[in-house]
């Protein structure tokens, strides 16, 4: 209970979108690691594993900048720089994209002396919480309208269509 309170009052904008029993869920499959300054935290094409969520710290993150002339024979890889400080995540798009971490780094600034501290989430365990929570407001879904004398009659295959 104490880890899931400290979450949310660091991460409040994460947290929002999660019912008590995902973030509980959450809560029990995470994973704590502080990273040292100068240090890699995730690289190019090894496989996106984590999503990431920042306790303190700075972490910098290099991911390519998508362009509409992507495949153009003059087309430039142009990187984009993002720093994510306390509260934030990131590791979404390689994440969700079940992919590898193509042309997408993080690693911690030099220059944060104290390092970074991260909360790392697998994408597995994930993915398995977010499951749930569509399965119960989906069910939830179909018994309300399964209660009204229009859809009563239905079988709940066709509702959930």
Request: overall charge negative.
């Amino acid at each position: 209970e104490d880890i899931v309170s400290n979450l949310h009052k660091i991460a409040e904008g994460f947290f929002d979108h999660l019912s008590e029993d995902q973030q509980y869920d959450v809560a029990r499959c995470c994973v704590y690691q502080h990273f040292a300054p100068n240090t890699t935290i995730c690289q190019a094409e090894f496989e996106a594993d984590f999503f990431y969520l920042v306790l303190n710290g700075e972490a910098e993150v290099e991911e390519r900048q998508v362009s509409h002339q992507e495949g153009s024979a003059a087309e430039t890889i142009q990187m984009r720089v993002t720093k994510y400080r306390k509260g934030q995540s990131f590791g979404d798009f390689p994440f969700i994209m079940q992919a590898m971490c193509y042309g997408y780094s993080a690693k911690v600034r030099e220059q944060m002396h104290g390092g970074c501290s991260l909360v790392l989430i697998p994408r597995t365990d994930y993915v398995q919480v977010l499951r749930r929570g569509v399965e119960k407001a989906m069910n939830d879904t179909v018994n309300l309208l399964k209660s009204t004398a229009f859809f009563s009659l239905w079988s709940e295959t066709s509702i959930q269509r």
